[in-house]
């Protein structure tokens, strides 16, 4: 979808309705707590960098621990799929028994799993991140911010991280707002909270 299409409802809905599992928007129901492996120390300022603004920018807290968890937004970068299999515990991190064997081959540039609290809002993220394809020639402030847009909120579909973006972040974390919903209308309130921001 272009960067310049009006963000209107119905473009909301799209970006949150999966073909087989419908709508659904979360945002984090608690601090987001993050932790990065696999990039240079250099890089990975950027990313902190870049996490905590955006999310600072929605309203919503970066911390160093979650008490529960200790990380709870992870951020793999593979040099390839088959890395994965160098992760330890990650069929009990994920919850997928097979999921090396699921992405070897694939030419996915990335996978991203959340987990749900009672209340439906994110409790974790993982993001893994494969950089033998196009994703080797990104610049890294750019990839960082759509990394933090990418779990900032269950996005169902892949966009371009823009100002627009940003604003449907900072909306749908607005507090009068569910953390969670599956209803389609909940784009309209998105769509009127993004209206109204100056």
């Given at each position: 979808?272009?960067?310049?299409?009006?963000?209107?409802?119905?473009?909301?809905?799209?970006?949150?309705?999966?073909?087989?599992?419908?709508?659904?928007?979360?945002?984090?129901?608690?601090?987001?707590a993050?932790?990065?492996?696999?990039?240079?120390?250099?890089?990975?300022?950027?990313?902190?960098?870049?996490?905590?603004?955006?999310?600072?920018?929605?309203?919503?807290?970066?911390?160093?621990?979650?008490?529960?968890?200790?990380?709870?937004?992870?951020?793999?970068?593979?040099?390839?799929?088959?890395e994965?299999?160098?992760i330890?515990?990650?069929?009990?991190?994920?919850?997928?028994?097979?999921?090396?064997?699921?992405?070897?081959?694939?030419?996915?540039?990335?996978?991203?799993?959340f987990?749900?609290?009672?209340?439906?809002?994110?409790r974790?993220?993982?993001?893994?991140?494969?950089?033998?394809?196009?994703?080797?020639?990104?610049?890294?402030?750019m990839?960082?911010?759509?990394?933090?847009?990418?779990?900032?909120?269950?996005?169902?579909?892949?966009?371009?991280?823009?100002?627009?973006?940003?604003?449907?972040?900072?909306?749908?974390?607005?507090?009068?707002?569910?953390?969670?919903?599956?209803?389609?209308?909940?784009?309209?309130?998105?769509?009127?909270?993004?209206?109204?921001?100056?």
């Amino acid at each position: 979808m272009p960067a310049d299409t009006p963000m209107t409802a119905d473009r909301i809905e799209t970006l949150f309705t999966q073909a087989n599992q419908g709508f659904l928007c979360a945002r984090w129901g608690r601090p987001v707590a993050p932790v990065i492996f696999g990039l240079a120390d250099e890089t990975l300022d950027i990313f902190r960098g870049a996490i905590k603004a955006g999310f600072t920018h929605a309203g919503h807290p970066v911390v160093e621990t979650d008490p529960e968890m200790g990380a709870n937004l992870m951020v793999f970068f593979l040099r390839n799929w088959d890395e994965l299999s160098d992760i330890p515990d990650l069929a009990h991190l994920t919850g997928i028994d097979d999921l090396p064997q699921r992405l070897s081959g694939s030419q996915l540039t990335q996978y991203r799993l959340f987990r749900y609290d009672d209340g439906g809002a994110i409790r974790a993220c993982m993001i893994f991140l494969n950089m033998s394809g196009p994703l080797a020639d990104a610049h890294p402030a750019m990839l960082a911010e759509r990394v933090m847009m990418q779990s900032a909120l269950t996005f169902a579909t892949d966009f371009t991280a823009d100002v627009q973006m940003a604003a449907l972040i900072r909306a749908a974390y607005d507090p009068v707002l569910p953390v969670a919903s599956d209803q389609p209308t909940h784009a309209m309130r998105l769509a009127a909270r993004m209206a109204a921001q100056p």
